[in-house]
């Protein structure tokens, strides 16, 4: 291992004590999902809410303040992937609200998000994970219920 790679994996282990010493009461969005540190760290980011056709400035701080982290996902709409992409990053998305209604017939749309939402906390195994904006199950909450045509 080079002398490199070393000292990052020592910023990192930092970097990771300090996010475990966050105070709960002043960071409602963020949530600490792994207490144990493994290889490979991994930061997953829910930016369901932005909108506008550039990364939002709650966006790009995040990101920069997750830098430490081996991996980070963003899941966002699907315009924002070559951004992220030309930054390195991993990404995911979610159906947009207002897509649903033309995706299909008879589909259970709160059934499949429900389904898609864990299947990406599953799949990366998140050591941390945050929320700007709305949060997976507000997005779910927030959709028409029922069977959408």
Not at 13 to 35: P, Q
Not at 62 to 70: D, S
């Amino acid at each position: 291992m080079s002398f490199k790679r070393s000292l990052r994996k020592i910023g990192l282990r930092v970097a990771l004590g300090s996010i475990r010493k966050l105070e709960t009461n002043t960071k409602h969005s963020a949530a600490l999902l792994s207490e144990h540190r493994r290889q490979g760290t991994v930061a997953l980011v829910w930016a369901l809410d932005e909108a506008d056709d550039h990364l939002s400035n709650a966006l790009k701080s995040q990101l920069e303040k997750l830098a430490e982290f081996e991996t980070i996902v963003v899941v966002c709409p699907p315009r924002y992937f070559s951004a992220l992409r030309s930054r390195g990053l991993f990404f995911e998305t979610l159906p947009m609200s207002s897509d649903l209604p033309r995706y299909g017939a008879s589909a259970n749309w709160d059934l499949y998000l429900e389904r898609r939402i864990t299947r990406i906390r599953e799949s990366w195994s998140p050591d941390f994970e945050f929320t700007i904006g709305t949060s997976p199950e507000g997005y779910v909450q927030s959709l028409p219920s029922g069977d959408q045509t």
